[in-house]
């Protein structure tokens, strides 16, 4: 309790301080004198202002009322909204405001405007004075101060109470006090009127029962009022909105004091208590005393009455007992009898004389377990009389075709007392396919089809719970007994075998069996363990044979295991024998498949163990964990026997006569034991491996200068190992240094002339080079050189030699051709440049050093063509037109001129 005052306290000192201290009575905000402040006022109609200044004259720092406003009507008449505006976030909220109509006659005068009770405006800590006119301004202002903030604006307008606008978007103005003052009291107390009280209930009362509705009252009456429960209980609720007072539980028997605790705005507080007083309402029973009558031979648990005990209050628990017996017994008990009523029993084989005891008195005690309650229960003993058999003893016959659960026979018997009678009974034979029910009747627990006893004898007893009297002899009679069937070559010492791949639909096992109802019809069934052995084995359900199946072959890698359990069931249709027989599956060995009859592969010709490639065999083998290994027929080629990769088992050159660029083998796969076959075509490709040839590095020939064109003048045959493709050649002649294509050569070799060589002298020595080229690229390359002789020994002539002039040479032609376009064009820009700038004096200096750097001019000799690959072929000069005439012969190779 006393901590829950502490929170108390501790709570309403919080609401205080959160909406600032008590106002003091007779303090204010705004103008202390607001007529000191009636110099001007604002020109526009329906204005608002917010008086937010900074220093705090105009803002409240405590909890209270408005009790009186104060300012100074300047000019004009109309209605005034004293306003006190909230901050709420980023806008304010219209906390509340006054109205006052300023009427003609009191213009420019100061107004005191008291406040009734009922009309005070509740203020907080941070709360702002507002002033709203919604025609012409009447309060007056002053411009004076370096801050006193201020914001103004017509977009307020006439708001409700609790309206929100957002001031801080209107911008603030400085230097401005308003002629306005608002006095301020710190209000009443509040107070709870209708406490302290008491309230009185029973542990009946309902959970969630109004009990009590608390009245508060504050002459503020805009003050806001928080009413709290300050008793921490489970027992009641308190809604703080309704003031409801009410049960939360079962209440218990006493007394429980609440209290109360009613705050204001600004903290000030209220108390009050409540007494709540609860009472409990005792059980009643409705239907003691009583009595009833059991007789002495009772042996079973039996009820005797049910106790009807209630209670008013439906949270409380009624428990009911046997207080006292007398005489005294334990024999007798209670318990629930149904949902939650008692009832008196009588305990199984209570050994009851009606001799010795023939009457008891029970004490019987309910409780609430506050109050209890008793009553009288009497039990009066009665004395029993053995049961009588009346239809036995007796026979019955019936058909071994009788079903399970047919009622055969029903046993009857009397009792004096009319006792709950019990039968059992014995049978003559073991298996007995009958039994008794309580009822007396007699029922087959099996089909007789399956039995070969021709009669039962049933003994029967009957009890009455004292009395156990038999037995008395019901004979069954059976008649057309069946014989069930015998398999008479099952179960087998050992396991039947079977090979994988064997024949579909081979016979495995013939199940035989007999019947001494040699009339019946039988039906073989069979089931398989595990039951993927019915998709490989099949039993004739007629024969009992049992076979491979029809359709499905025996793969013994993909069994899970390689034993199938046959279960054989042979029937007649009312008995039936079983048996099981167990068959092993042989694992059998599978040759290797090829998965193609042909396989190509090339590779290129090359020496012994160049690697040819290594053929794509999709080979599969049955058998799991089986090796394969490869081999070729062919002895041009090596494979490898793991990885069946072929390689050249000796040189293989198809530049050979009679080598086959294709070849097709036989290549076999064998897994130890069998073996498969597939041919492989392979492809050789003839590679470029001889270079085309000249007979010799070098040739020299002889022409004259006026030798005919297209004559052939010598032979540059050059001669390639490969055949095919790459045995084709081709000559080209490398002329670049002739200026000119002076010589062919044709595809035999034949070198001849291809334009005539007047241009040049006799005694000159042609230089060039011949290349031999095949398909493949290879090449070879020659010398040639072509003689000029300087005379002919063909005729008796006379030949003038001479030096070859300088304009003879094609190549000083070309590069005096260029000089003489230069040189013009520089005389020409030379020209161009005089008379431009009419300075000729320019023009005369470099003729005249033209002329200093004349020299004499050097007779110009032409220097012959020498070849450094032409052999035995001494250098010739000719330092003198003399010498140039002295002709002799030389000796070139082996040919003598």
Known sequence: MHC????????????????????????????NDPKSKDNDVDTATGLSVLLDRNDGKTVFDCCGFIKQWEFYAKKNTGTVHFQVWRPAGTSYSLVGE?????????????????????????????????????????????????????????????????????????????????????????????????????????????IGTLLFTLTVADA????????????TTSLFNFDSTSLQVTSAQQLPSGTTTLNFQVTDACGSTGTGTLTIVVTNVPPVIHNLPYNTDVTEDQTAELQLYVINATDTSEYDTVTCSIQSVSPTTSIFFTKIASGSLYGIYIQAYPSLSYDSVNAYTLTVACTDSKDTVTGLFHVYITRNNAPVFTNLQASVNVTSKTPTSTSIYTVTSSDAEGDQLYYNMTCSTTPCPFAIYHSGEVRSTDSLESYTVAGYDLFIYVYDGTTLVGPKTLTVIVTDINSAPILTNLPLSSPVSVSENSALGVSVFQVSYSDIDTSDTHVILATFSPSSGGSIFTVDSTNGLITTSSTTNINYESLATSTVVVNVHVSDGTASATSSLTISIMDVNEAPVFGKTLYQITGTEGNAGTAVGTPGFDVTDPDNGATQKYSIDCPEFNMDQTTAAVTLAANYDLDVSGTSSQVTCNVSVSDGELTATSALQVTINDVNDNTPSFGQPSYTFYAQPNEAVGSVIGSIVATDADVGAFGTISYTLDQVSLGNEYFGVQSNGDFYLKTGLTTFSSGQSLSLTATVTDSGGLTDTAAVTIVIPESTTAAPTTTTDRHVTFLEDPKNIAWLSAAVVILCGIVCLMVYQSFRFGDYSRLARWCQRSKKLQKPRNHYRRTYYQSPRVRDIPELEYPSPAMESDWRPWRVGTHEL
């Open 4 to 31: 829950t005052l502490i929170v108390c306290t501790f709570l309403s000192f919080c609401v205080s301080f959160s909406n600032g201290a008590a106002c003091k009575d007779g303090d204010h905000k705004g103008e």
């Open 220 to 231: 503020d009456t805009s003050d806001t009022l928080t009413t709290t429960m300050t008793t």
């Open 98 to 206: 006054n109205l006052y109509t300023v009427t003609s006659g009191n213009e420019d005068k100061e107004i005191k405007y008291s406040l009734l009770t009922a009309n005070r405006i509740g203020i907080q800590s941070g709360d702002v004075i507002g002033i709203y006119q919604p025609g012409s301004v009447i309060v007056s202002h002053k411009q004076e101060g370096s801050s006193n903030q201020y914001r103004t604006t017509t977009s307020v307008g006439s708001l409700s109470v609790g309206s929100t606008f957002d001031w801080s978007a209107v911008t603030q103005s400085n230097n401005r006090k308003y002629a306005i003052r608002a006095d301020v009291t710190n209000g009443n107390n509040p107070s709870i009127t209708n406490l302290a009280a008491t309230v009185t209930g029973t542990d009946a009362t309902p």
